[in-house]
């Protein structure tokens, strides 16, 4: 009997914990405004790239997607105001590369023109 209840939770419960992914992997990146995951999932269903088993799934977790963007509008508020140059860490990275870059290429000036 605890064998067929615990079959039901995890039946029942473990669609909902698989629901909403193009939101939550949405809101791990830069602001993208509001409903992000939407949108994503949207622009996949109408891109011909997107696989036949895609498409499907896509379809199935976009009412789960646009209820967990309507849950986190308050997140998406809030970083509406950041600079999304500043919240991307593709943009931080590149940032602290050409800072790098920079440093090293004056140090090298530095030490050719103390070698002169």
Known sequence: MAVLLITRILV???PLLLTGCSSIMSHAGPSDGYYPGSK???E???DENTGWVMRPLLAIDLPFTAV???LLIPLDYVKA???PEE???KKRIEALDKQAN????HSQINSESNVN
Do not use: G
């Open 12 to 14: 029942c419960f473990t």
């Open 40 to 42: 994503n999932s949207l």
């Open 44 to 46: 996949m269903i109408k």
């Open 68 to 70: 967990m963007d309507t």
């Open 81 to 83: 105001d950041s600079n």
């Open 87 to 89: 919240d991307s860490p």
């Open 102 to 105: 920079a440093k090293s290429n």
